[in-house]
């Protein structure tokens, strides 16, 4: 019965950032953000050279959860997972990391590799290890 709701479906098979922490359970209440980003072809070794270096000025207040990429389905698809406790936190972070000497700089040299970006918040299921 659900196969008749759905109107297309993709898939993607993920390998995770070797730099990024590997995603724990954490505590809840939590919001997530999921940031997507489709590079432009040829760009993800350069890519993660940036945000190797990048993630670090996003340690702080550990709400980095987990960077993937996409090996099988779309190609050059980049998946950054973020945990915030509420939409201000988020907006407080986010706007503490252009503080940091060299997170404009890191910024400004990956802009130019993403073709698309999207960004979603998700509240996770009472199942769900990530609170």
Known sequence: ERGNMLLSRKNQLLLEFSFWNEPVPRDGPNIYELRSYQLRPGTMIEWGNYWARAI???Q?????????FSQIGQ?????????????????????????????????????????????RIMIPLKISPLQ
């Open 56 to 58: 670090r000025f996003r």
């Open 60 to 68: 702080d207040s550990n709400e980095a959860v987990g960077g993937f």
């Open 75 to 119: 190609l050059y698809m980049v998946h950054h997972l973020w945990a915030y406790k509420d939409l201000q936190t988020r907006e407080d972070i986010r706007n503490a990391a252009w503080h940091k000497p060299g997170w404009d700089e890191l910024v400004y040299y990956t802009v130019p590799l993403i073709q698309e970006m999207e960004s």
